[in-house]
């Protein structure tokens, strides 16, 4: 099993994945909550002339699916442009939230302008990494949170090679069984490129994005252990900073 952690707001990642025993991250190219462009900076620098691969986690502000002009127009372009630093510094893949339409539009929009993202890109040659979507845990509007509505998404992206990130508190918080999700979702997607491997600190169903160390949330930890076995990718701990050792040696203990 390989093991990757996200390392938030850091000087030196490098330091972060050898104190924490990894070889893998994923990092934020530019402030995830900003429309600011993605920049190489030195830490980063570091991590791609060394062993360690490296994945990119776009911005949380990204909402490519938006029926709003002045959101999705600058969504697109930054998915882009994230995926065009990702390759700069080798990353494997830019991870991408599935996003939402707002409460009351329909999201067959939604999943139609997910569509026209991998459309409009193929023109120009594709993306310069691999996007893997991601399930999110809240709303009724969301294009990932279900796995009804990731197979809606799915007829749409799938034959542009979309890739998907499964997230273990997402799809707990959003209501759908992790004891079977692996097969469910790979039944849907076909793949799976990577594993965010998160404990909830919210109840099942519960709608919140909260995520908890593996042992110490509301989901069992041999569930989420079995998922990590099932899955066969690569694993990224999104845990709380204060527990990741403990969670890398509890994984590694498996
Ligand atoms: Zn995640």
Redesign the pocket.
């Known amino acids: 099993m390989r093991i990757g952690a996200?390392v938030r707001n850091s000087e030196n990642p490098l330091g972060e994945a050898e104190d924490l025993d990894v070889d893998l991250l994923q990092l934020f190219l530019t402030d995830p909550q900003k429309w600011n462009k993605p920049v190489v900076g030195s830490g980063l620098e570091a991590v791609r002339d060394s062993a360690v691969d490296i994945v990119v986690?776009s911005s949380y502000v990204i909402n490519v699916a938006s029926l709003n002009n002045r959101i999705r127009i600058p969504s697109r372009k930054a998915v882009a442009q994230q995926a065009e630093v990702a390759a700069e510094v080798g990353a494997l893949g830019l991870?991408v939230?599935g996003g939402h339409v707002r409460d009351g539009e329909d999201p067959a929009e939604g999943v139609a302008n997910w569509r026209k993202l991998f459309e409009r890109q193929a023109e120009s040659g594709g993306f310069a990494v691999p996007i893997w979507i991601?399930n999110t845990a809240g709303g009724d509007f969301a294009m990932a949170r279900r796995f009804d509505a990731i197979a809606r998404l799915w007829d749409a992206v799938g034959e542009f090679g979309a890739g998907f990130?499964l997230?273990t508190?997402?799809a707990w918080a959003g209501g759908e069984d992790l004891v079977d999700a692996v097969e469910r979702a790979k039944a849907i997607t076909g793949r799976i490129d990577l594993v965010?491997l998160?404990n909830s600190r919210d109840e099942f169903d519960s709608a919140r994005d909260r995520?908890a160390n593996l042992e110490s949330g509301e989901i069992e930890a041999e569930v989420l252990a079995a998922v990590a076995a099932a899955a066969d990718a690569p694993v990224?701990l999104?845990t709380p900073a204060d527990g990741m050792k403990d969670d890398v040696a509890y994984l590694r203990s498996l």
Request: with cysteine; glycine share 0%; hydrophobic share 15%.
């Open positions: 996200h986690h991870v939230h991601e990130c997230d508190c997402h965010h998160n995520h990224m999104e």
